[in-house]
């Protein structure tokens, strides 16, 4: 049974976030194992990010704190992308393999965008 509080699993751009978890880390097996201290890591680092600052955000419980955190979560989705643009670049994914998650990154940062103005109308 999963532990935690409920609201947060029913955010829908933190279960985005938990996808594009998965497939970064799906993704970034396949990279150069001598990159696992270089572009793996900082790849899933900035993946788990998302996720974990929209419910770190969440559990504050004010809507300025959610924003905040949603913008921390941004962020991290900007930095993701770039990094998988490299990867395409250095030839460790083909573009093709790196572009279905890039248009994922970019539907979630627009919906993420929307969310932290939704927040700030709360404020």
């Known amino acids: 049974m999963e532990t935690g509080p409920s609201s947060v699993r029913d955010l829908e751009?933190?279960?985005?976030?938990v996808d594009v978890v998965k497939a970064t880390y799906g993704l970034t097996r396949t990279w150069p194992k001598d990159e696992l201290y270089g572009l793996i890591s900082q790849a899933r680092r900035a993946a788990v990010s998302v996720p974990a600052n929209l419910a770190e955000g969440l559990g504050r419980g004010t809507?300025?704190?959610m924003a905040r955190f949603a913008?921390?979560?941004l962020?991290?989705?900007?930095e993701l992308d770039t990094l998988l643009y490299l990867s395409a670049e250095l030839e460790y994914s083909s573009k093709d393999g790196v572009a279905e998650l890039r248009e994922r990154l970019t539907?979630?940062?627009k919906r993420t965008s929307s969310f932290i103005?939704?927040?700030g109308s709360r404020q």
């Open 13 to 17: 751009i933190w279960n985005e976030g």
């Open 63 to 65: 809507p300025k704190e």
């Open 71 to 73: 913008q921390i979560a």
């Open 75 to 78: 962020g991290s989705l900007y």
């Open 107 to 109: 539907s979630l940062a």
């Open 117 to 119: 103005r939704y927040q």
